[in-house]
């Protein structure tokens, strides 16, 4: 399809395939891919037609808006507009229908748009939506052996994920941004706790302290809570 939109939960992958499909669009010489993060529109004060314009001028891609709009006619452009719902709500309205005209004028091109669940994207016509699956448990175990760097590590792991006590968290893990965070925690926490609210708690002390600390030069976080 043309017209692709790409649905799924927060960590899901949805940036992360995004990158892949334009990586691998210059790769394999698929049209020009325009990988475009949509909450970078928002700063903007122009329409979506003359964000896209000023973009590829200022990549240098065309040198003026003729040939720009001589090559979006011809449909050389595969456009990833990327995080739909980082679009603010009061704003969406009118972000639709300028994305809507530009199709209209620009038909030839192709298009994915990436969103969380439950925004207008879900609807958007002439768009055919592909919802990111959950891990499986083959793929949980693959992901761990991936990110961990030593057998004994991976052995660990597998222990704890496999065991009766993690069954409560198995959905939390299905998420590669948590399955990530979980590894993170892992190495402060080796056991999971008895009590969910103890886990989180856990999760949460080993980013916002524990690893910001050593991987970001102890760079101390605010909390607006407190």
Do not use: W
Request: charged residues 25%.
């Amino acid at each position: 399809n043309k017209y692709v939109t790409i649905i799924g939960v927060a960590g899901s992958g949805k940036s992360t395939l995004s990158k892949y499909i334009y990586l691998n669009a210059i790769k394999e010489n698929i049209k020009i891919p325009l990988f475009i993060e949509l909450r970078n529109i928002n700063a903007s004060n122009s329409t979506f037609e003359g964000y896209i314009n000023s973009k590829i001028l200022n990549l240098k891609i065309k040198h003026n808006e003729d040939k720009i709009v001589s090559a979006l006619k011809n449909g050389h452009f595969l456009f990833i507009l990327d995080g739909y719902d980082e679009i603010p709500y009061e704003k969406v309205g009118s972000f639709e229908d300028q994305l809507m005209d530009f199709i209209d004028k620009f038909k030839n091109n192709h298009y994915i748009i990436t969103s969380r669940p439950g925004t207008s994207a879900e609807r958007l016509s002439r768009f055919h939506n592909y919802s990111v699956n959950d891990l499986t448990s083959d793929e949980v175990t693959m992901f761990l052996k991936m990110q961990l760097k030593t057998k004994e590590q991976i052995r660990k792991m597998l222990e704890v994920v496999n065991s009766e006590r993690s069954k409560p968290y198995l959905k939390f893990l299905e998420n590669p941004l948590l399955l990530s965070m979980f590894i993170v925690t892992f190495e402060y926490f080796p056991e999971i706790p008895e009590h969910k609210s103890e886990f989180y708690k856990n999760v949460f002390d080993t980013l916002y302290s524990k690893h910001d600390g050593i991987n970001k030069n102890s760079f101390s976080r605010k909390r607006r809570s407190g």
